[in-house]
Nanobody, 121 residues
C-alpha cells in the first residue's frame, strides 16, 4: 500500500504565506506527477498545481505568480508554497501522486488526507 501524509496549513491573514507539504511512503517503485488540488464546497476537486518527475509545472490561473510547487524525488515529497494568500484561497487542500507500485504491477493515484487552509480578510 501507499500513503500520502500532509502537513502544514492553518489560519492566516490575507497577504500572508503558508507552506503545505506531502510525503509519500510505502510500496513505491516510482512516482510520475504529483499535485495539489482543492475542493470548494459543493464543487468538484480542482487542480491547483502539478509537477512531473522531470520538474515541469502547471498552475491554475488563479494561483499563477503566487503559488510555487516543488518536489524532492529522492524523498518522494511535494510542497506547495503559497504567498500573497487571498480569502478566496480558503479551502481544503489535497495532495496526490501518480504512483507506479512496487508490490503490484500497476499505477494508481493516491490522495493525502486533506489540509484546511483559511485566509481571513
Amino acid at each position: 500500500q501507499v500513503q500520502l501524509v500532509q502537513s502544514g496549513g492553518g489560519l492566516v491573514q490575507a497577504g500572508e504565506s503558508l507552506r503545505l507539504s506531502c510525503a509519500a511512503s510505502g510500496s513505491i517503485l516510482s512516482i510520475n506527477a504529483m499535485g495539489w488540488y482543492r475542493q470548494p464546497p459543493g464543487k468538484q476537486r480542482e487542480l491547483v498545481a502539478v509537477i512531473t518527475n522531470g520538474g515541469t509545472t502547471n498552475y491554475a490561473d488563479s494561483v499563477k505568480g503566487r503559488f510555487t510547487i516543488s518536489r524532492d524525488n529522492a524523498k518522494n515529497t511535494v510542497n506547495l508554497q503559497m504567498n500573497s494568500l487571498k480569502p478566496e484561497d480558503t479551502n481544503v487542500y489535497y495532495c496526490n501522486a501518480d504512483v507506479r507500485r512496487s508490490d503490484l504491477p500497476r499505477r494508481e493515484i493516491f490522495w493525502g488526507q486533506g489540509t484546511q487552509v483559511t485566509v481571513s480578510s
